[in-house]
């Protein structure tokens, strides 16, 4: 039997905590980065890494390739589309020794339905330019499956927060802001149970299954960060309404869609049981272990 090996294209922070998780287990791993240094990094870290990008395909992919038994996808696409697919979507259509492969997505392909729920059923309404390109990658993705037999799973990704990257730490570097917007709300979903929600996809394969990947408990921003600061014992920063908040573009894009996301697919199909149901249990652990 062949040892597992994963191969990542980008290694990003969700992308690395699975792929650890997976190394703890015994398994080989490989992945994708864009520059020497990084690539250097990696292999002193006992992960095989390959130079990738738009413009740069992997220099040898069917040596690259090689013994892959699982594929995670976790690159967004850009202007021009999903560079994964764009470049190595033959390659890996050959491959025949892939057993799963999942890419991750967002659940901003929904758009804005208003604070109503939406499950994997919905239908995709993408408000911007980024979501829009997000449903032509997940349909590039589906139709390598449905052309080719590519064992592909999606998975749409509510906000992703975990050590590192919480309302904790964003308190900690005094860059925490408390927005108000009535009635609108955040899904999230911490990244461990991520973690969790691809390795029981493993476990239970569906070719072509689409998984929505949130927590219990949408809820606005400025209540996360109020509580983050309850956790750290300091005065939570004042409460701004939206339309006087200082906020790049890109942060003020996110208040456009509101929208409450069903996870009953995978706590079903896949038996998850999230280690994290909710931001305060998320937050608390994180607080617990020192991160």
Same mark, same amino acid.
């Given at each position: 039997?062949?040892?597992?090996? +994963? ?9 690395? #905590? ?52 699982? @594929? ?11 560079? #994964? +697919? ?8 050959? +491959? ?25 059923? /919905? ?20 139709? =390598?499956?449905?052309?080719?037999? #590519? ?46 929600? =691809? ?13 929505? #990947? ?6 606005? /921003? ?9 956790? =750290? ?49 998320? @937050? ?8």
């Amino acid at each position: 039997m062949t040892d597992p090996r +994963l191969f990542v294209f980008g290694l990003g922070y969700s992308a690395r #905590v699975f792929a650890d998780r997976l190394r703890a287990e015994g398994w080989r791993i490989a992945a994708t980065c864009r520059s020497e240094e990084k690539r250097a990094e990696l292999e002193a870290q006992g992960i095989e890494a390959f130079l990738f990008d738009r413009g740069r395909p992997l220099a040898d992919a069917k040596a690259a390739l090689a013994g892959t038994t699982h @594929l995670l996808v976790s690159i967004p696409p850009d202007g021009k589309g999903d560079p #994964v +697919l764009d470049q190595h979507a033959r390659d890996l259509a050959d +491959l025949r020794t892939l057993d799963w492969a999942g890419y991750l997505s967002t659940t901003g392909v929904y758009g804005d339905t208003g604070g109503e729920w939406v499950s994997e059923a /919905s239908w995709l309404k993408p408000t911007g330019e980024r979501q829009k390109r997000r449903v032509e990658a997940e349909r590039g993705w589906l139709n =390598l499956y449905r052309q080719y037999g #590519v064992p592909m799973h999606l998975f749409r990704l509510a906000g992703i927060y975990g050590p590192g990257r919480s309302a904790i730490d964003s308190v900690r570097d005094g860059i925490a802001k408390r927005v108000d917007k009535p009635g609108q709300v955040f899904c999230r979903i911490h990244v461990d149970d991520i973690a969790g929600t =691809l390795r029981a996809s493993m476990a239970r394969p569906t070719l072509g299954a689409i998984y929505n #990947v949130a927590d219990d408990l949408p809820s606005p /921003s400025h209540e996360v960060v109020e509580y983050a600061c309850r956790l =750290l014992g300091v005065e939570p920063p004042p409460l701004v309404p939206f339309d006087r908040a200082e906020m790049s573009p890109m942060a003020a894009s996110f208040y456009a869609d509101c929208r409450r996301v069903k996870n009953d697919r995978i706590k079903r199909q896949l038996g998850v049981s999230l280690s994290y149901p909710d931001y305060r249990a998320g @937050l608390d652990a994180q607080l617990a272990a020192g991160l």
